[in-house]
């Protein structure tokens, strides 16, 4: 049985367009795959640790080669709880908006959480960095408010879909499909008609998984 995390990042919800694309994907996906397993991470109802304190200097504890404290320990496992969770899935769907080009910071929070060294990325100076999060599928469904695809002269502003395209790629998780709904700030037809195409491509997307 396939099992897909579904990571949220809108707090909108039942105004958010990329929640509302990232349905259409889900329920293609099931009535597809009717086994799929969706675990739903929800980034504005979950907490994640904090990275400071004996979370941080874990982290370095690790990149030095030193063994944890108990207190290091135990903020650790929390970290490795959330990779674990990652990594059980076989499949990943985001949806995102845009927020002052970027991602909105509860996926950066999460992103700097599931970025770790010997968990989801390796070093060694024969080989550098190897990503060890593999044979995965991924899809992100990203909405804007501006418009920034090819042509718009914006290209360079979207941080958006390189953040999350090149911290996945930095992984493993190469195989990813990204589909765009822009601009979402314009007049209410025009959005209703870019939304639609968006729909189109969630569902061809999540036919060919
Ligand atoms: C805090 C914040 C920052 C935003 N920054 C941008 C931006 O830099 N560029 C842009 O095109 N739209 C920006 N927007 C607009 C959203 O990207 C747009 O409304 C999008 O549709 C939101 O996605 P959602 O409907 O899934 O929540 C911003 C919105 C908020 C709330």
Do not use: C
């Not at 370095?60 to 944890?68: D, P």
């Not at 650790?76 to 969770?85: A, F, L, Q, Y």
């Amino acid at each position: 049985m396939p099992k897909l995390l579904y990571i949220e990042a809108s707090p909108r919800k039942s105004r958010s367009k990329s929640i509302e694309v990232a349905h259409t994907f889900l329920t293609t996906l099931q009535s597809t795959h009717s086994s799929v397993d969706v675990d739903k991470l929800d980034l504005w109802a979950t907490e994640l640790p904090r990275f400071d304190g004996d979370t941080v200097e874990a982290k370095y504890a690790i990149l030095h080669g030193q063994s944890h404290t108990p207190e290091q320990a135990k903020a650790w496992k929390r970290v490795e709880d959330v990779i674990e969770r990652f990594k059980s899935a076989d499949w990943y769907l985001f949806s995102l908006p845009m927020w002052n080009f970027g991602v909105p910071y509860v996926l950066k929070h999460f992103i700097d959480v599931i970025i770790q060294p010997g968990l989801t990325f390796s070093f060694s100076p024969a080989e550098g960095y190897k990503g060890l999060v593999t044979g995965k599928k991924a899809a992100a469904i990203y909405a804007r408010g501006g418009a920034y695809g090819p042509g718009t002269g914006a290209e360079d502003y979207d941080l958006q879909s390189k953040t999350l395209a090149g911290i996945l790629g930095f992984i493993g998780v190469t195989d990813f499909a990204h589909i765009f709904i822009e601009p979402t700030l314009a007049a209410p037809a025009d959005v209703e008609a870019t939304i639609a195409k968006a729909k189109e491509l969630a569902i061809s997307t999540a036919k060919a998984w």
